[in-house]
C-alpha cells in the first residue's frame, strides 16, 4: 500500500490523499479504537471539529483537534452511519466549507463507526436478518439455537419475547420503531407476511393502514403460530387482533375450508348472503344482547366462515 501511495503521489496529489484516509481508517479499525478515539483520530486529521451522534442510545462525540469542542458550530459535512441497510446516526465536520477530501473521510469515519457499534454490542437496528428471525421463531430449531439466534438479535436470554404478524404498506423498521419505540425490537420480511420481535407491544400504536396478529405470550413457535392465527381474523374495522382475545374462535383457523363449505349449516347460512334480513337482524340482536360475542362473531368471516355483513377476509 505503502508503494501505491507513492506512486500515486507522483501522478496525483488528491489521489494520493485519498490513499491516505482510507489507510488512516483502515488502521484504526484494526486497533479496534472505540467511538470517542475516533471522533478524536477524525478532528486530528481533518483539523477541524468533527462529530459522531448515535440515534439509537442518543450518544454524541464531538471533539475539535486540540481537545473538547465548542458549544457552537454548524456542520459542513454529513454523513449518514449504517448498519444493516438503516441509518443508525451520524457523522460530520464543522468548518466554514467543506474541502475536496471531506466527504470520503466522512464515508471512512462512517464505516468505521458501525464497525466500532456492530463489535461492542448488539446493533441497535430494528431491521435483522430473514434467516435469523426463522431460526429463533421455527417449531424445528433446537433450543441451544434459538438461544444464539436470539442473543445475535440483540435480545436477553431471559427477555419475554413475542412475535406479532403483520402487513404493512409502512417499511418494517418505520413499523417496529413506531410500535415499540424504547425497547429492542427487530423486523424482517418472511414470505408475504412482516415479523416483529419485540418484548412489549402497545396495540394502539398501530397506524390504521396496517393488519397486525398479536401472538401469544410463551415460546416462540407458538407465538409465530397464534400471530398468524390472529392476522388472519384482522378486518378493516379491527386492523389490530391479539389472539388472546379470540378465545374459542381461534379454533376455526384451524378447519379446513373444504370441512366448512361442506357443512349444511354452514352452506345453508351462506346461502342467505350478507344482504339477507335475517342475517342482520341476527347480529344486531348480537351485538345488543352480547357485546362480546357479537365482536368475536364479526371475525368468523375472515376465516372463510360466511357469518358476517361485512367480512374482511384476508387470504
Not at 50 to 59: H, P, S
Not at 228 to 256: C, E, I, K, M
Request: proline fraction near 9%.
Amino acid at each position: 500500500m505503502e508503494a501505491l501511495v507513492v506512486r500515486l503521489s507522483q501522478l496525483d496529489s488528491e489521489a494520493e490523499g485519498a490513499i491516505r484516509v482510507v489507510m488512516f481508517y483502515d488502521t484504526l479499525i484494526r486497533r479496534r479504537v472505540d467511538l470517542a478515539a475516533l471522533a478524536r483520530a477524525s478532528a486530528g486529521l481533518a483539523e477541524c471539529v468533527a462529530g459522531i451522534r448515535l440515534d439509537g442510545t442518543g450518544q454524541t462525540f464531538r471533539v475539535a483537534p486540540d481537545g473538547p469542542a465548542p458549544s457552537a458550530g454548524r456542520a459542513s459535512t454529513t454523513v449518514a452511519i449504517t448498519l444493516d441497510d438503516e441509518q443508525i446516526g451520524a457523522v460530520w465536520l464543522e468548518r466554514p466549507s467543506p474541502l475536496p477530501l471531506d466527504r470520503l473521510l466522512l464515508d471512512r469515519l462512517a464505516i468505521a463507526a458501525a464497525a466500532v457499534v456492530e463489535r461492542y454490542g448488539p446493533a441497535r437496528t430494528t431491521m435483522a436478518d430473514p434467516a435469523l428471525v426463522e431460526l429463533a421463531i421455527s417449531p424445528g430449531t433446537d433450543d441451544a439455537a434459538r438461544a444464539r439466534a436470539l442473543r445475535l438479535l440483540g435480545f436477553a436470554t431471559e427477555a419475554p419475547v413475542r412475535v406479532v404478524a403483520v402487513r404493512s404498506p409502512l417499511p418494517l423498521d418505520q413499523l417496529g420503531a413506531l410500535v415499540c419505540p424504547a425497547r429492542p425490537v427487530k423486523a424482517a420480511p418472511l414470505g408475504e407476511v412482516g415479523v416483529l420481535l419485540l418484548t412489549a407491544v402497545d396495540a394502539s400504536r398501530f397506524p390504521p393502514d396496517v393488519r397486525a396478529g398479536i401472538g401469544s405470550p410463551g415460546p416462540l413457535p407458538r407465538s409465530w403460530l397464534s400471530a398468524r392465527t390472529a392476522l388472519r381474523f384482522t378486518t378493516s374495522r379491527q386492523p389490530v387482533v391479539d389472539y388472546r382475545s379470540l378465545g374459542a374462535l381461534a379454533l376455526l383457523a384451524h378447519v379446513p375450508g373444504d370441512a366448512a363449505r361442506d357443512n349444511t349449516d354452514v352452506a345453508a347460512l351462506a346461502g342467505l348472503g350478507a344482504d339477507d334480513h335475517r342475517v342482520r337482524a341476527f347480529f344486531q340482536r348480537s351485538r345488543r344482547d352480547h357485546p362480546r360475542e357479537g365482536a368475536r362473531s364479526d371475525r368468523v368471516g375472515t376465516v372463510g366462515w360466511p357469518c358476517s355483513p361485512t367480512p374482511g377476509r384476508i387470504p
